[in-house]
């Protein structure tokens, strides 16, 4: 089943350019978005499923330098 989150993430100050640029390598980013707020970036996240959700995750996102933080929000059902 395939799986569909959006992560908001607080970049290092300065980096949202660099950290979109990153971001966009990956084919598991669907959309990607600058916001005004607490968070700066939003991204749109599709995979096969939850297990390569959670590795894409862990592997691909945490390792990025200028992300200070970021919260994820699964999508438990589309209309």
Known sequence: ???LAYML???AHGKIQRVADKLLRFKEVKEIHTLYG???????IETSNMAKLQDFIANKI???????STETLIVSDVF
């Open 1 to 3: 089943m395939p799986s």
């Open 9 to 11: 993430i607080q970049t």
């Open 38 to 44: 607490e968070f700066d970036i939003i991204i749109k």
């Open 62 to 68: 945490r390792p990025i330098r200028d992300i200070a």
